[in-house]
């Protein structure tokens, strides 16, 4: 099983360039999440998605765009790369809680994660 | 808000010793809690998670956690660490059974504790 998908795994930008960051799930999982992780600080949220066609800002989602056209895809932009931007980046995906039965306790499922360098 | 606090950045042990890696929350309702595993190069793997029951969860390579509601702790202990075990180690909290429906599932993590293990 795939799981959840990252492409690129490695990217170098030039400062003002664009890129966009792809993550696929196969699990059928209705949430979707763009963290973005740095040395001493965790991982940290960018934006997250609750079902197709619907985004949200997280912890962190300034020089960030999002969008969630199909419910398997989760894409994350940069419009104009800033070295503040260097980072490597995880998405996560997890099925929408239901019942409240204890088979789904809210673990995330991560990606390999993709590092991405501004220059 | 919702924080997680690991005291300690890095933490050296040798082979065959015992390690405690701390963490403390703060949440305004019952949360789950979950401690991820990060490789060099690799993606966060799941070690193990709390989200009822007993207070004392067992999870994969012989780790284990207790969470201390008194304490807002939830520890992540193994008896004897084997030179595998050096990784990046990540305490999340997240909502719990009676979050509501806005929370959508979003972690929040600690800054890390990196684990280095001496032959």
């Known amino acids: 099983n795939a799981g959840v998908t990252q492409t690129p795994k490695f990217r170098v930008l030039k400062t003002g360039q664009s890129m966009t960051l792809l993550c696929a799930q196969d699990m059928n999982h209705e949430y979707m999440y763009w963290y973005r992780q740095d040395p001493g600080m965790g991982l940290r949220l960018i934006h997250y998605s609750v079902g197709e066609g619907t985004t949200a800002k997280g912890e962190v989602p300034d020089g960030y765009n999002v969008s969630r056209l199909k419910k398997q895809n989760f894409l994350l932009g940069l419009e104009s790369a800033a070295p503040s931007q260097t980072s490597v980046y995880f998405c996560?995906?997890?099925?929408?809680?239901?019942?409240?039965?204890?088979?789904?306790?809210?673990?995330?499922?991560f990606g390999e994660g993709s590092r991405l360098t501004v220059l | 808000a919702q924080s997680v606090t690991q005291p300690d950045i890095h933490i050296t042990v040798s082979e065959g010793a015992s390690l405690e890696l701390r963490c403390n929350y703060s949440y305004g309702a019952t949360p789950y809690l979950f401690w991820y595993v990060q490789s060099p190069g690799q993606g966060l793997q799941l070690l193990l998670k709390?989200?009822?029951?007993?207070?004392l969860v067992q999870g994969i390579k012989g780790f284990e956690a207790e969470f201390k509601r008194s304490q807002s702790s939830f520890n992540l202990r193994k008896p004897s660490v084997h030179w595998s075990d050096a990784a990046e180690y990540f305490c999340a909290v997240g909502p719990g059974p009676n979050a509501g429906g806005t929370s959508y599932g979003k972690l929040t993590f600690g800054q890390g504790t990196i684990l280095t293990v001496h032959p």
């Open positions: 996560a995906s997890r099925p929408k809680k239901t019942g409240g039965s204890h088979w789904n306790t809210g673990e995330l499922f």
């Open positions: 709390y989200f009822s029951g007993d207070t």
